[in-house]
């Protein structure tokens, strides 16, 4: 598995479609079968950028039904390089609604999994989005069954632990948002150990860095866990990171010895969850 870290421009489909291609090419060539991107349309955490006016117009704007033409980069990458696709955060237009939606694209160019953000802020719900159903069915690449957190269900421990019930062997989260206060490296670690430690199985963070006029607004790590630590971390710096799935047919997670997690950056998410989300 990839999973691509890259600096992505707000609003710049088009470059941010090509540097996916490039990944894509080195993904393929390393025999990898899925690689994972943060939010390719663009839509990062525009609130603090933009007038709350404008961002919702930018939302209606890129806001379409799937498919669309709106996914086509997606599709056509997924073919060309026969690589599974998994992208989280596509906004989605489904009647009067708008979603987060994260969309499993198969080497043949379909949608084989689609699953909507669960939880909600209060900003995003000004701004017009809704939380999705909770996700009951199943996502299976070859004979592997995954979980996906997106965004803001990472700080949700009930939902890592259904997915598990139903069978998920590991698990991977979209997270490419900022924070109002404390380290967001070490919250964003912090909380994917606690997933990987509460349900015995890897979680494949894949966080991103935000451009905006030439300068970095902000970055979200994107890392390897397992409930022995962190194998493999990108922050700062575009790279794609690379996860054999053979370990989960090598190793029982349940009986390692754990890695201890930071409960001081575990309480500072919890404030920052009591700021920021509403749960449905």
């Keep these: 598995m990839a999973i691509y870290h890259y600096r992505n421009k707000i609003l710049s489909r088009r470059y941010n479609s090509e540097k996916v291609n490039r990944a894509a090419d080195e993904a393929r060539r390393k025999d990898a079968m899925l690689m994972c991107i943060s939010p390719l349309m663009n839509i990062s955490d525009l609130i603090g950028i933009y007038r709350v006016n404008r961002i919702k117009a930018i939302i209606r704007s890129y806001a379409g039904r799937i498919p669309s033409s709106a996914i086509e980069p997606i599709i056509k990458i997924a073919e060309e390089h026969s690589l599974y696709i998994l992208v989280g955060g596509i906004l989605e237009r489904a009647g009067p609604k708008l979603f987060m939606t994260s969309l499993l694209v198969t080497p043949d160019g379909r949608i084989k999994g689609k699953i909507r953000k669960i939880t909600t802020s209060r900003e995003e719900l000004s701004l017009g989005l809704s939380p999705g159903k909770i996700f009951t069915s199943k996502i299976i690449i070859r004979r592997y069954n995954l979980g996906v957190l997106v965004d803001t269900d990472l700080f949700a421990p009930e939902y890592a632990r ?14 490419k948002r900022r924070l109002r ?3 967001i490296r070490a919250i964003v670690k912090s909380l994917a150990l ?32 397992t409930p022995n630590g962190v194998e493999n971390e990108a922050i700062n710096e575009e790279k794609v990171l690379f ?8 190793n029982d997670f349940s009986m390692l010895s754990l890695c201890p997690i930071s409960y001081s950056s575990l309480y500072d998410a919890c404030k920052e969850l009591s700021k920021l989300l509403k749960y449905r």
């Design 162 to 175: 259904l997915q598990k019930i139903l069978g998920a062997q590991f698990f991977v989260a979209f997270f």
């Design 181 to 183: 206060k404390g380290n």
């Design 194 to 225: 606690a997933r990987a430690l509460e349900t015995s199985s890897p979680v494949l963070l894949c966080g991103g860095i935000v451009e905006h006029h030439g300068e970095i607004l902000y970055s979200t790590p994107s890392m390897i866990v």
């Design 243 to 250: 996860w054999d799935l053979s370990e989960l047919d090598n």
